[in-house]
């Protein structure tokens, strides 16, 4: 009997993967957790708290939160970005939310995205993607998502400061000890630079029918 179908969609900030993993996940009828959402929450609160996220530790926060912090629109805006890097890098935090996302797939499948889907939370997913995307593509798409007034007069300045905020945290994803960010070495790579959300979305599903097709699960 095949084991239930778990995709994984690794990538950095607004390369993409969670517009791709919600539609891969209504397309295929699976579950979907942006297990980023966990860790900007547990962020979210350590501010909320008043207390440091690059000094003091997150896991009494991270043992607290619940569904009902994951729906807070205030969880996409520059110091929840840092916030969340700042405690996906402790190793406490980490152990805690791993089971969550283990067993939010495990029964039934799922779709999972995050930055360490494919290497630490489920290295036997039977697909693995890596989206990405220039910093100046992010930083466009992240400004558009956050951006108040699309025709301020310092719009490529506002869009200038996001790409270094972007930059700034792909290096400490990329550069910290517990589970970095980094593609699975079984991936398959999708650049998102040039590509429509629909084009990104067929060749996901080609991966998906070659990879799990393979493996019987589809």
Known sequence: MSRALVIA?????????????????????????????????????????????????????????????????DLR???????????????????????????????AGGVLDGRDIGTVIFPDAQVKLFITASPAARARRRWAQLATDRDAPDREAQIARVEAELVARDAADAGRAVAPL???ADAVVIDTDHLTAEQVLAEALRVVRVRAGALGTV
């Open 77 to 107: 805006v520059p110091e929840v970005d840092r916030a969340a890097s700042l405690v996906a890098a402790q190793q406490a935090v980490r152990a805690i939310l791993v089971d969550v996302q283990r067993d939010f797939a495990r029964a």
């Open 182 to 184: 980094k593609a699975a």
């Open 9 to 73: 969609v690794d990538g950095p900030a607004a390369a993409g993967k969670g517009t791709l993993a919600r539609r891969l996940a209504d397309a295929l009828g699976l579950p979907y957790l942006d297990t980023g959402l966990l860790y900007r929450a547990v962020g979210r609160r350590m501010l909320d708290a008043g207390l440091d996220p690059a000094a003091q530790p997150a896991d009494d926060q991270a043992r607290r939160v619940t569904p009902e912090d994951l729906k807070r629109g």
